[in-house]
Every structure is written in C-alpha cells, then in structure tokens.
C-alpha cells in the first residue's frame, strides 16, 4: 500500500528566508507525486507534479521539487518566502494504474507560518 | 471558470440526520472523487468514481454512499450522521491519462 509522510507538522519561516518541506512516500512502483497548497478556508491548489524526466520540477509560485529515488522522498524548496505563502501544504503520491482509479495518497500536512 | 462546485459550504447536523453533499465539475473530467480532511490526518479518500457509471470504496467508506449522476455530477450521502463525521468534504475531479485532480473550496460539515 502506498503511503506519504510529512515529518514536520508545522514550519515558521521568516519572510526572505528559504523554505523546504520534505516529503517521503512509499510505493511499490515508479510513483506519480503531486504538491498542493491550502489557504485558510479554500480548497487545494496544486503547486508542482512530478511523472517523469527530469527530477528537479518547477511549479507555480516560484516552487519547485527535486525527486530522489534513493531516498523516497520529494522536497518542496522555495528559495525566498513570502508573506502570501502561508498556508497549508499538502504532498500526495498517486497510483499510476487506471484500473486502480488513479487514486491519491495524502501526506497529514505542512502548516506554514512566516513570519514578518 | 467555475472548475469543481461543492454544495452546500457549510451544514450543521444532528446525529441520526441524513444529508446529500452536492459536486458538479464542468471541466468534462472522466473521474471524480470524495475525501474528508481531518486535523493531522491530510486528506482521506472515501469514495471514487473513475468514470461515469461506475463507483468504488477508497479507504475510508463506511457510513457513506454515493451517485455518479451524470459526467458532471457526483453526490455523497450519509444515511445517519454521526459526530464522528464531522469534518471537511473535498470533491475532486481529474481528466484522462497522467493528470492532477482539481479541488472544490469544501464542505464544512459539523453534527452535534
């Protein structure tokens, strides 16, 4: 069964400081991963996908990931933070076999406060 | 460019009532799906529809049903809620092949 664990349940970041989430998952095959990000209050937005290729992922928001295969994990880094990226993050690790829905795996979250 | 709609945003129960959470997409998406979201626990899967005509339980079903009306459409029931329901519904749709699901804002659903 696949499974996704965020070890930190809640970050503060001062505002200009980098960021970096981590994220390890475990899947019997190549696995599909996925970050989204919650706002207070809204739905999930997704920030960045990995499927294949290359292993460093750019995504929205000036987010990217880098995928190790070696470790089992996919990291969220943002180089400098802003005031508007507080929020909740959210790492999933997909199923890539149709008959099996293409279902999602949720991490339990990231919550992220940054501090002015 | 309405994406995923969930109604209602907020319900407030009592134990034993039933409800019907409404979700409509217009993005012409195959599969669709329900999760509820918990403090700590991320998002859990309780049912899915991977195309029209066709459900399946995911990890957390029990005390939950659901109708795939149509393309665009897919209800979740909860025959006699439970304080142990209480939570935040996500529904979720996503297009063919390797595509991400899109999210609706959310269903706050609290019953005393």
């Known amino acids: 069964a696949q499974s996704v664990t965020q070890p930190d349940i809640h970050i503060t970041v001062s505002e200009g400081a980098s960021l970096e989430l981590r994220c390890n998952y475990s899947y019997g095959a190549t696995p599909y991963l996925f970050w989204y990000v919650q706002s207070p209050g809204q739905g999930l937005q997704l920030l960045l996908k990995?499927?294949?290729?290359?292993?460093l992922v750019q995504g929205i928001k000036g987010f990217e990931a880098e995928f190790k295969r070696s470790q089992s994990s996919f990291n969220l880094r943002k180089p400098s933070v802003h005031w508007s990226d507080a929020a909740e993050y959210f790492c999933a690790v997909g199923s890539a076999i149709k008959a099996a829905g293409n279902k999602l795996t949720f991490g339990g979250g990231t919550r992220v406060l940054v501090k002015p | 460019n309405a994406g995923v709609t969930q109604t209602p945003k907020f319900q407030v129960l009592k134990t034993g009532q039933s409800m019907t959470l409404q979700c409509a997409q217009d993005m012409n998406h195959n599969s669709m799906y329900w999760y509820r979201q918990d403090p700590g626990m991320g998002l859990r899967l309780i049912y899915y529809s991977a195309s029209e005509g066709t459900t399946d339980k995911g990890e957390v079903p029990n005390g939950y049903n659901v109708s795939r009306l149509n393309k665009r459409e897919f209800s979740l029931r909860l025959e006699s809620a439970a304080p142990s329901q209480t939570s935040v519904y996500f529904c979720?749709?996503?297009?063919?092949?390797?595509?991400?699901?899109?999210f609706g804002d959310g269903t706050r659903l609290s019953i005393l």
């Open positions: 979720a749709s996503r297009a063919r092949g390797n595509q991400p699901q899109h």
């Open positions: 990995y499927f294949s290729g290359d292993t």
